[in-house]
């Protein structure tokens, strides 16, 4: 049998970063079932064919799967999907006649990459996304509701501040187009390297792709632009460029803002530079960062894409934005940043006189339960100082001791103990549930 | 690109379904954690030499994986897990030097078989299990722990009644050694085939096998032997075999019934028929039916096993149970027993005015979202009835108009509207979440 060790790219956490993990999951699940979204999972497998389909970059990364005994031919046809949005627009066109539109759905799930692995690149992960997709057109205060979602839900993460970053592919296109420039799509990829390589490197390649200096140089001070609140609109006009297209772009991008300033203040910025690689986003375009940690990339990202689920008839724009949840909780796990309070749900543990009293301490631990207390009765009848310290080492912050009227329950951090009747105590809520703690 | 079609065994829950399965889901996290066990998620890929090693059948059964494009050694060698047990026994061995012993844990996690699908067996699939794990030995109280959590899990089910039948391995062993038969496992294997063909025909292949009519008949009379309470024990011995084993076994399940009477009375059967096929299995075996339907076999399984978990030098047995989630819901959901009162986790739906006033709402939504209430800002300015019917669609019960104070809230059920402060409104608690109906 093989040997034991860890699959690189494959992440599995403790029991204390997994307790994190699931305040995470449950913070982003409560906040988009606040804002109405319904939650559908998708088989992990699609055909290859409709994976593939997207892009020249997929092949690379698609994980085929095939029965070990030999299967079928059907089987040597499917792979794991990569991300969430194919098998989404795929789930939308399957199930168009059932389905009622607009469709607000989140989705959270793993996905499969085969990509190198590296900090806060998986082979394996979870992602979190929501969409709204409608038949024919989409409105467009979708795209400015986007921005509310996750603000709500990393204003509920322990993770600092945070931007979401928000941009409009018709607001660079049109720019590019106004300035002159033939080849949008190719500008817009050039453009979008800028985080990693700079400014000067970006008007090279610029210059080497045919743009004259002072085009590229209009393109870097697009680029620079950046404003939580209107003045954006005054600075791309400053820049002098016109275009049918940059005007809607810009009207688009400022109704996003508008909204975000009335109901998310000081957490969403218009920001030029945004592009987004991926060619089927053809509105805004969103990137959130965690402030202090810009040099990690976007944490969560998406945009407006109008031709991603198609039959040939109708068409299913939506608009969606994706929570890089493995992403986020392996940098801030991996650097220490985040911890929880104790390595278990258990709140109590029931201490064991003797294994011929354990049913009394079962008792104990069902009425705690009826109360909603997570607890664990001993595993044995130890002195007391060996079960105390059973739970201290895994974090939980009180002891029971049965007796007559219920017993005694003794806080272990503070020493304090008192009488108390299981069917009727209750920790402050603070104990209730593990706390994760910033570092 | 490939036609847009279902995958055989890969099953896909519409948005209402997929709430019945979150409200099963929250059940059985709920109450795993009320008992004191902290969820872990494995990586969904094993070496298959790890796969493999589980038994001859093992192989037919597993998705190998490989990079499309070509990848490295390593990742030919690697396939998706079948279940949670063998993930875990790795788990363990692989994170021995940090966990801490006897190790609870609870495990919520998709697995995959390449099997033939049928109703109620899939290839892709959601278990939900618990296990407890010690270092050298396991304490025999653990074994009588299991049914307990199961029994709070199934009673806060939708499902009706359910009976969490138990046998010991030593028991069955024993007895079938007592009576002078050679081969144990291969006796307990064709015992085990008592629900599917039939008391003859298992008489039959055990004459078949070697055994005489007497013992033929003693088996199966043994395997008749079903009680609530300790009643089993003397028509154990009124079939006069004698064996130490049969002794041990009869002790351990007798512990195993004592705390099942007095913790979850009427929920906990000796039921000496139950043998489950798997050869890891040592002691305590678990099998649970859903009463009026058991027919459709066992829907959370288990049992002790002393080897399962070993890296030569230090053993780790365990004990542990396995809900077939899917299973459970693919049979309710598919003989349509069990749907949500609505599509959306949306308790409100708030109506838009006009364009215009779209702020309006959505200030109304934030307010509610403050309290906890889910719900949606209508995506068009229509007629008020047809944003009415919008939510009548959904099931969602509320329609929230804003206005002066607040505005109007309309139960759309029974037509009562009221003027309401969005920032103190509440529903009535059934109406917050989602109902989960048996039909």
């Known amino acids: 049998m093989s040997r034991i060790a860890p699959i690189s790219g494959f992440p599995e956490f403790s029991p204390a970063e997994r307790l994190v993990e699931q305040r995470f999951l449950d913070v982003i699940r409560e906040t988009f079932e606040l804002h109405g979204f319904a939650s559908i999972e998708t088989r992990s497998v699609e055909p290859i064919s409709r994976l593939s389909a997207q892009g020249e970059?997929?092949?690379?990364?698609?994980?085929?799967?095939?029965?070990?005994?030999?299967?079928?031919?059907?089987?040597?046809?499917?792979g794991l999907h990569f991300d969430l949005t194919v098998p989404f627009a795929r789930y939308v066109l399957e199930n168009a006649g059932t389905l009622d539109f607009p469709f607000r759905r989140y989705q959270i799930q793993k996905a499969w990459r085969g990509e190198r692995p590296q900090e806060g690149r998986y082979r394996e992960f979870t992602q979190a996304d929501i969409d709204v997709v409608d038949v024919g057109t989409l409105a467009a205060h979708f795209e400015a509701e986007m921005p509310l979602v996750i603000a709500d839900v990393f204003a509920r993460f322990p993770v600092g501040d945070f931007v979401i970053q928000v941009n409009n592919r018709r607001l660079a296109n049109g720019f590019y187009a106004g300035l002159g420039l033939d080849d949008v799509a190719g500008?817009?990829?050039i453009v979008d390297k800028l985080d990693k390589i700079g400014p000067q490197a970006v008007a090279d390649l610029l210059v080497g792709a045919g743009a004259t200096p002072g085009q590229a140089r209009a393109c870097l001070d697009l680029a620079e632009i950046r404003s939580f609140d209107l003045a954006f609109v005054d600075q791309v006009r400053a820049l002098g460029v016109e275009h049918p297209e940059l005007d809607a772009g810009i009207q688009a991008l400022t109704a996003v803002i508008e909204t975000a300033m009335a109901h998310a203040p000081g957490?969403?910025?218009?920001?030029?530079?945004?592009?987004?690689?991926?060619?089927?986003?053809?509105?805004?375009?969103?990137?959130?960062?965690?402030?202090?940690?810009?040099?990690?990339?976007?944490v969560c990202s998406g945009g407006r894409y109008d031709a991603l689920a198609s039959d040939g008839r109708t068409t299913y724009p939506g608009v969606g934005i994706s929570i890089g949840v493995t992403r986020i909780l392996g940098l801030l796990l991996g650097r220490g940043l985040l911890r929880a309070s104790r390595s278990t749900p258990a709140a109590v543990l029931v201490a064991v006189t003797s294994e011929e009293e354990r049913a009394a301490s079962t008792a104990v631990a069902t009425a705690l339960r009826?109360?909603?207390?997570?607890?664990?009765?001993?595993?044995?009848?130890?002195?007391?100082?060996?079960?105390?310290?059973?739970?201290?080492?895994?974090?939980?912050?009180?002891?029971?001791?049965?007796?007559?009227?219920?017993?005694?329950?003794?806080?272990?951090?503070?020493?304090?103990?008192?009488?108390?009747?299981?069917?009727?105590w209750r920790p402050p809520a603070a104990d209730l549930r593990p706390q994760i703690l910033a570092t």
């Open 370 to 424: 009826a109360n909603g207390i997570p607890c664990e009765v001993a595993p044995r009848p130890d002195r007391f100082g060996k079960q105390i310290r059973y739970a201290d080492r895994r974090g939980i912050p009180y002891v029971w001791f049965p007796g007559e009227g219920g017993g005694q329950v003794k806080d272990i951090r503070s020493g304090e103990q008192v009488a108390a009747d299981p069917s009727v």
């Open 57 to 78: 970059d997929a092949d690379k990364e698609i994980y085929a799967i095939s029965r070990l005994a030999g299967g079928s031919r059907d089987e040597s046809r499917w």
């Open 187 to 189: 500008t817009l990829r």
């Open 267 to 298: 957490r969403v910025a218009a920001a030029l530079k945004v592009a987004r690689g991926l060619d089927y986003y053809t509105g805004t375009v969103y990137e959130t960062q965690l402030v202090g940690h810009e040099d990690w990339g976007a």
